[in-house]
């Protein structure tokens, strides 16, 4: 992921209202150790949140190529780390992406960027799976698209119910993923491949 220019300006009223939330907590924001924290804590929120300044489908685009073979392309298992929109909580975890080409194919590392894209967002992640496949149903032509996710949420872990061993799976698909179960089992043995 490239690394954002930060905005002094932007960066200095996010920290003041780090500076103030420490307050309300409890905290001394003077103390040596919280000195610099409400600064480190703005960049830090401004670069987990940049998909807010990027365009999907652009990204997308710039590599879709000719392609007249694959009855099915899988890329597996690309790692994300995302904000709960509920509780501003880390979720993080891995989506797996099936597409059947129809005449044309999308480089793969822009695949991993689109995923970025959305993820570095307020989030949650039922949305984010379906953005994910319905952005790329949009960006190519294709006969469908399916997308896996499974994700640890820190607001289940640390907060709340505090169950530690849990996790959420997702999927959503469209085109012959839709229409043919057959063809979304097949996929979802091959993610055990």
Same mark, same amino acid.
């Given at each position: 992921?490239?690394?954002?220019?930060?905005?002094?300006?932007?960066?200095?009223?996010?920290?003041?209202? /780090?500076?103030?939330?420490?307050?309300?907590?409890?905290?001394? *924001?003077? &103390?040596?150790?919280?000195?610099?924290? *409400?600064?480190?804590?703005?960049?830090?929120?401004?670069?987990?949140?940049?998909?807010?300044?990027?365009?999907?489908?652009?990204?997308? &685009?710039?590599?879709?190529?000719?392609?007249?073979?694959?009855?099915?392309?899988?890329?597996?298992?690309?790692?994300? /780390?995302?904000?709960?929109?509920?509780?501003?909580?880390?979720?993080?975890?891995?989506? $797996?992406?099936?597409?059947? *080409?129809?005449?044309?194919?999308?480089?793969?590392?822009?695949?991993?960027?689109?995923?970025?894209? +959305?993820?570095? &967002?307020?989030?949650?992640?039922?949305?984010?799976?379906?953005?994910?496949?319905?952005?790329?149903?949009?960006?190519?032509? $294709?006969?469908?698209?399916?997308?896996?996710?499974?994700?640890?949420?820190?607001?289940?872990?640390? &907060?709340?119910?505090?169950?530690?061993?849990?996790? $959420? $799976?997702? +999927?959503?698909?469209?085109?012959?993923?839709?229409?043919?179960?057959?063809?979304?089992?097949?996929?979802?043995?091959?993610?055990?491949?």
């Amino acid at each position: 992921m490239m690394k954002i220019e930060h905005d002094e300006k932007l960066i200095a009223e996010i920290a003041g209202h /780090y500076r103030e939330i420490l307050r309300l907590i409890g905290e001394d *924001p003077e &103390r040596e150790g919280l000195l610099k924290t *409400p600064e480190r804590a703005a960049k830090a929120l401004v670069d987990i949140t940049q998909g807010y300044h990027q365009k999907p489908l652009e990204i997308a &685009r710039k590599a879709i190529f000719e392609h007249a073979g694959s009855r099915i392309v899988i890329v597996k298992d690309i790692e994300f /780390y995302s904000m709960c929109e509920h509780h501003i909580l880390p979720f993080f975890g891995k989506i $797996t992406i099936g597409y059947i *080409p129809k005449g044309k194919m999308i480089g793969l590392s822009k695949l991993a960027r689109i995923v970025e894209s +959305f993820a570095r &967002r307020l989030q949650v992640q039922e949305r984010l799976t379906a953005q994910v496949c319905s952005l790329l149903a949009e960006a190519m032509p $294709t006969d469908g698209v399916i997308v896996a996710c499974n994700a640890e949420h820190l607001c289940m872990k640390m &907060r709340g119910v505090e169950k530690q061993d849990s996790s $959420t $799976t997702t +999927f959503d698909y469209c085109g012959r993923f839709e229409k043919e179960p057959a063809l979304r089992e097949e996929f979802i043995r091959l993610l055990n491949f």
